[in-house]
């Protein structure tokens, strides 16, 4: 698994298969326990263009799921009933079909704040894929790309993890090769990007986004965290809330300042109330927290969930984990064990607590 997602509704949880090409639905009770419900297969009721299923995003109502299929150039499109979580199967799109391009590797996608349009990024193609979208169908529409090095777009060579503003109007992408953040804004009527700028690893002053792997901002729009896989490290940059434009701040670095446990950190989130981030990261096989200064946004490391320590489980290769809407727990997913863990937090300090671990 390469991601995990949350409905908002929370009732289910999704986790790509990368290897499997196909995605486990698991349902989630009220006190935050998982139950494996099905898996998504391709060839059952249809279902095609999930070969490297690796990312997962829902439409804002939670009636439609897209799906990235990395290895087969596509974009994957279920209804989702929100009362009983059962989906079926629409379609697909592929790169190169009719006017479609820039899906060659897709490997992340985002659903705009309003349900209006879906933003695809390909790895291989270098390139973000705009499609409008129908609120009632589900469907997508293509229309238009932006790509590295054309109109002077920089920064997404290599793109690998997207993240939109709640406003709708900005887009931050990763671009992995390079060690770039690079910043979009985007149009909430129409849903075109404009490109603005691209911050790089190693120049003016930038670091920790080395081998960027994930982006992401805070709910209150104040901040934006990116992970450096090889840099072992977060780097901080504040947003300005009105034109979404960024100034770095700072990095968060594994055994510096008492960081520790942030060997390749892969992906990060931030609580709904804005007051811890979370890391996991896939060579210290743990669960990093940070609390947030929610007025700044800077960081103070906390505590590590580790792997094989403190009867934890579920974090070989840790590669993803969301947030439950209530903040009150965190799921993991790892691609070294093919599993999916449950944390939970004390309302009382905010610590977590392990619950419990599924493996495929």
Same mark, same amino acid.
């Given at each position: 698994?390469?991601?995990? $997602?949350?409905?908002?509704?929370?009732?289910?949880?999704?986790?790509?298969?990368?290897?499997?090409?196909?995605?486990?639905?698991?349902?989630?009770?009220?006190?935050?326990?998982?139950?494996?419900?099905?898996?998504?297969?391709?060839?059952?009721?249809?279902?095609?263009?999930?070969?490297? &299923?690796?990312?997962?995003?829902?439409?804002?109502?939670?009636?439609?799921?897209?799906?990235?299929?990395?290895?087969?150039?596509?974009?994957?499109?279920?209804?989702?009933?929100?009362?009983?979580?059962?989906?079926?199967?629409?379609?697909?799109?592929? #790169?190169?079909?009719? *006017?479609?391009?820039?899906?060659?590797?897709?490997?992340?996608?985002?659903?705009?704040?309003?349900?209006?349009?879906?933003?695809?990024?390909?790895?291989?193609?270098?390139?973000?894929?705009?499609?409008?979208?129908?609120?009632?169908?589900?469907?997508?529409?293509?229309?238009?790309?932006?790509?590295? #090095?054309?109109?002077?777009?920089?920064?997404?060579?290599?793109?690998?993890?997207?993240?939109?503003?709640? %406003?709708?109007?900005?887009?931050?992408?990763?671009?992995?090769?390079? =060690?770039?953040?690079?910043?979009?804004?985007?149009?909430?009527?129409?849903?075109?990007?404009?490109?603005?700028?691209?911050?790089?690893?190693?120049?003016?002053?930038?670091?920790?986004?080395?081998?960027?792997?994930?982006?992401?901002?805070?709910? #209150?729009?104040?901040?934006?965290?990116?992970?450096?896989?090889?840099?072992?490290?977060?780097?901080?940059?504040?947003? *300005?809330? *009105?034109?979404?434009?960024?100034? @770095?701040?700072?990095? @968060?670095?594994?055994?510096?300042?008492?960081?520790?446990?942030? #060997?390749?950190?892969? %992906?990060?989130?931030?609580?709904?109330?804005?007051?811890?981030?979370?890391?996991?990261?896939?060579?210290?096989?743990?669960?990093?927290?940070?609390?947030?200064?929610?007025?700044? =946004?800077?960081? $103070? @490391?906390?505590?590590?969930?580790?792997?094989?320590?403190?009867?934890? $489980?579920?974090? *070989?290769?840790?590669? &993803?984990?969301?947030?439950?809407?209530?903040?009150?727990?965190? @799921?993991? &997913?790892?691609?070294? %064990?093919?599993?999916?863990?449950?944390?939970?937090?004390?309302?009382? %300090?905010?610590?977590?607590?392990?619950?419990?671990?599924?493996?495929?």
């Amino acid at each position: 698994p390469l991601s995990i $997602t949350m409905t908002q509704d929370m009732k289910n949880i999704y986790v790509p298969g990368f290897s499997a090409d196909e995605f486990a639905v698991f349902n989630m009770d009220d006190v935050g326990k998982i139950t494996f419900e099905r898996a998504e297969t391709p060839g059952e009721s249809g279902i095609d263009g999930l070969a490297g &299923a690796s990312s997962l995003a829902l439409s804002p109502t939670g009636n439609h799921i897209y799906v990235t299929g990395e290895v087969e150039h596509a974009l994957s499109i279920f209804e989702r009933n929100p009362t009983t979580g059962m989906m079926t199967y629409l379609g697909m799109i592929e #790169d190169g079909e009719g *006017d479609v391009n820039g899906l060659e590797g897709a490997n992340s996608v985002v659903v705009s704040p309003n349900g209006k349009f879906v933003y695809v990024s390909g790895f291989w193609d270098n390139s973000i894929t705009v499609f409008t979208r129908d609120q009632v169908s589900g469907m997508l529409s293509f229309e238009a790309v932006v790509t590295q #090095d054309e109109a002077g777009v920089n920064g997404i060579y290599g793109v690998n993890s997207m993240t939109m503003s709640a %406003d709708g109007k900005s887009l931050y992408a990763t671009g992995f090769w390079d =060690g770039n953040l690079a910043v979009f804004s985007a149009n909430p009527e129409t849903g075109m990007l404009t490109y603005k700028n691209a911050f790089e690893d190693g120049v003016d002053g930038i670091d920790g986004l080395n081998r960027v792997s994930s982006v992401v901002v805070s709910a #209150d729009g104040m901040s934006v965290y990116a992970t450096g896989s090889s840099d072992d490290a977060i780097a901080l940059f504040s947003r *300005d809330v *009105d034109t979404g434009e960024l100034t @770095y701040v700072a990095r @968060y670095k594994n055994n510096i300042d008492g960081v520790s446990f942030m #060997d390749a950190p892969f %992906d990060v989130a931030v609580s709904p109330a804005g007051d811890y981030v979370y890391v996991v990261t896939n060579r210290s096989d743990a669960l990093v927290v940070f609390t947030r200064n929610t007025m700044d =946004g800077t960081l $103070t @490391y906390s505590a590590a969930h580790v792997n094989g320590m403190e009867e934890v $489980t579920g974090l *070989d290769g840790a590669s &993803a984990l969301a947030v439950s809407t209530d903040g009150m727990f965190v @799921y993991t &997913a790892s691609n070294g %064990d093919n599993s999916a863990a449950v944390f939970r937090k004390n309302p009382a %300090d905010g610590s977590l607590s392990f619950q419990k671990s599924e493996q495929d």
